[in-house]
């Protein structure tokens, strides 16, 4: 039985194990075949949780996607039939796949909990739209400044804003220190 009413019946979450660096070709993979397979019955969602993450070299920012779960790809799908029996033909399917380690929790399977993808769900919400910077900052940390008006010039941080990906920094200027806001992407970290 499903708790969710828009769900398929039978239809429940399981956890796959990917080779590294696999996840998106093993969900493009199942998303293409699950059809031709004649397995639209069967599976129903694949999932691979990913946020947006910018960072700057040399000066130039970038942005790119990062997986939330590194190593694992969530599927939507109807595994057991009525009688708690595995059923074959999507069972050996998703289990073929290549990049595909395996069900998470081996030859028995348990699905997720409804929490545990309401959570994974809620992550995905949450990174949606945002880009997360690559490095996060902590208040009183030394920071050269690569950007803007203030470039080369180092600074303490007073403030950290995630939300908004800015830094309060105090910045010696003439020997006073004057308050600036800067986008994490404008600043680095001074190395030892």
Known sequence: ???????PAGAQWFALHTLSGQENKVTKYIE???TIEELDD???EVLMPTEVVSEVKNGKKSTKTRKLYPGYVFIQMRLYDETKKLINKPWYFVKEVAGVIGF???????PLRQAEIDEIKSRVEAASGKEVPKITYEVGEEIKITDGAFANLTGRIDEVDPERGKLKVSVSIFGRFTPVEL????VQRITE
């Not at 039985?1 to 769900?7: F, G």
């Not at 998470?104 to 348990?110: F, K, L, S, Y």
């Open 183 to 186: 986008e994490y992407w404008q």
């Open 1 to 7: 039985m499903s708790t969710q009413t828009t769900a």
């Open 42 to 44: 069967y599976i129903f």
């Open 104 to 110: 998470v929790g081996g030859e028995n399977p348990a």
């Open 32 to 34: 293409k075949f699950k």
